[in-house]
């Protein structure tokens, strides 16, 4: 099953607006760790914040924060004021982090969602 | 500081031949995770080495193995390689296993012919 979901293939944004990118999840383990990365044409992952599942507050990382809705499962991705640098495909990952599996500390992806922004 | 290193940056191989990866953590970080990404889709868990042990394996043949030196760098092997390996392989390093975050390398693009 999937446990990462991202709805959202591809999204166009002009330059200084604000995006959200969705990202549901599903885990029966009461302790994981939400992650966001960024992924540029040249490949490279670049993370960008982390909530984890006992954090009281939302994330906050410069014009990143990430709408952490426990109850709904869901763990979106807001840029503010969104650069042309910004153009890039963004991940959602989830870490389970139940001690009694072989790969603890794995990260799980979405499919990922291309972020294109516009002058 | 230096991020996390991969090479070759590039490769392309034939079908049937043997690969190896290279990887080299953040300074002080002593886990090592190895991704593969094909075209298209989100990165999949191969490895994790933490310590020089074998932590985590994700759902690979057995056709991929691989091992951390003392030094905590990390190689990738793949035997007989198939059409479908090709795809970008990823390294990420974190401080520990388990609850840390993991920084990804810039990845190494293998295409099999």
């Known amino acids: 099953a999937q446990k990462i979901t991202q709805t959202q293939p591809g999204m166009f944004v002009q330059e200084k607006e604000a995006v959200t990118l969705d990202c549901t999840y599903d885990?029966?383990?009461?302790?994981?760790?939400l992650f966001w990365y960024k992924q540029p044409s040249s490949g490279e992952m670049i993370f960008l914040i982390y909530?984890?599942?006992?954090?009281?507050q939302n994330a906050t990382e410069g014009r990143y924060s990430l709408n952490f809705q426990k109850a709904r499962k869901s763990a979106n991705l807001v840029i503010s004021a969104s650069q042309l640098g910004d153009s890039a495909m963004y991940f959602c990952?989830?870490?389970?982090?139940?001690?009694?599996?072989?790969?603890?500390?794995?990260?799980?992806f979405g499919a990922g969602t291309q972020v294109v922004v516009t002058p | 500081d230096a991020g996390v290193t991969q090479s070759p940056t590039h490769l392309i191989k034939t079908r049937g031949q043997h690969v190896t990866l290279r990887c080299s953590p953040i300074?002080?970080?002593?886990?090592v995770s190895w991704y593969q990404q094909v075209l298209g889709q989100g990165p999949q868990f191969i490895f994790q080495?933490?310590?020089?042990?074998?932590?985590g394996r994700g759902n690979f043949p057995d056709r991929f193995s691989a091992r951390q030196f003392p030094n905590y760098s990390s190689e990738l092997n793949v035997n007989a390689l198939l059409l479908g390996d090709s795809a970008l392989y990823l390294c990420?390093?974190?401080?520990?296993?388990?609850?840390?975050?993991?920084?990804f390398g810039p990845g190494t693009r293998l295409l099999v012919l």
């Open positions: 300074s002080g970080h002593k886990s």
């Open positions: 909530q984890g599942s006992y954090d009281q």
């Open positions: 885990t029966s383990d009461p302790s994981y760790g």
């Open positions: 990420a390093s974190s401080l520990r296993a388990g609850q840390e975050t993991q920084y």
């Open positions: 990952a989830m870490r389970e982090d139940q001690m009694t599996t072989d790969s603890w500390g794995k990260l799980q």
């Open positions: 080495y933490y310590e020089k042990e074998e932590r």
